[in-house]
């Protein structure tokens, strides 16, 4: 009886330090977002962007992560022109002043995978909305796949 309740104490002791650990999902988010860090992207939480029906409905908002590139370069950004491409748009999709910065965007969004919600082009970088469902591979075509897109916009930007 007394083993019992020994084992039981030792339980009992134990069990927060099981619950604090990081289970094996987390630890490969981890990984992940270390990894995109390390490559030059800026990790945050956010919510992921929704559809116009979706807000209308008041659905509820999925959590994703934003990898941020940086532009890595001084550049004067269009005065009010942040623009967010989404998957897909719904009923009404957006559309820019850029025709061609709009096509680079969606031939980029086209090309990455079907985990990737959005794609944005802001002032402090162009940006995807994950829901973070791959590997480190991924990670990798991720930013191969900004970077090539930063290249451009970035070349369309500059005056001949």
């Known amino acids: 009886m007394s083993y019992l309740i020994i084992a039981v104490v030792v339980l009992m002791v134990l069990s927060p ?69 989404l998957r897909d748009p719904g009923e009404h999709p957006p559309t820019l002043d850029n025709p061609a910065l709009q096509t680079l965007m969606q031939h980029c969004l086209d090309q990455l995978p079907e985990s990737v919600v959005a794609l944005e082009y802001a002032k402090p970088g162009l940006a995807l909305y994950w829901r973070e469902r791959g590997d480190a591979e991924v990670v990798a075509g991720l930013y191969q796949r900004l970077v090539q897109l930063r290249t451009k916009v970035l070349a369309l930007e500059s005056p001949n």
Do not use: N
């Open 17 to 85: 330090i099981f619950w604090i650990m990081p289970s094996p999902k987390q630890k490969r988010q981890m990984q992940l977002r270390q990894m995109a860090m390390s490559l030059g992207f800026i990790v945050k939480i956010a919510d992921l962007p929704q559809q116009h029906r979706a807000r209308v409905r008041r659905e509820k908002v999925e959590q994703g992560v934003t990898y941020r590139l940086p532009w890595e370069v001084k550049r004067r950004h269009p005065e009010s022109v942040d623009f967010l491409l």
